[in-house]
Nanobody, 114 residues
């Protein structure tokens, strides 16, 4: 059973940066596509970015050019570098394998102040 532990969130001013990490266990990480998602208060969880096992990246239009997903197969970790943060990026951020496991992690809170 896959286990996902997100970290790196916090409070930052608009225009600032954060780097999120997601440690993965219980799966063959190097052969698994991974994704980042977020859920703002009162809204549904939405896709942010994904990276294939071979390193192909796809970012949602709302974050393209500001966020970058990456992975390190040596330490079973996927990252999300977030630059030029905006207040509308405020949300709880989650990672998951693709296709998604039903066992989501606790997420990490990102709050961007204006």
């Amino acid at each position: 059973q896959v286990q996902l532990v997100e970290s790196g969130g916090g409070l930052v001013q608009a225009g600032g940066s954060l780097r999120l990490s997601c440690a993965v266990s219980g799966s063959i990480f190097s052969t698994t596509d991974m994704g980042w998602y977020r859920q703002a208060p009162g809204k549904r969880r939405e896709f942010v970015a994904r990276i294939s096992s071979s390193g192909f990246k796809l970012h949602d239009a709302s974050v393209k050019g500001r966020f970058t997903i990456s992975r390190d197969n040596a330490v079973n970790t996927v990252y999300l570098q977030m630059n030029s943060l905006k207040p509308e990026d405020t949300a709880v951020y989650y990672c998951n394998q693709i296709p998604n496991s039903a066992n989501w992690g606790q997420g990490t809170q990102v709050t961007v102040s204006s």
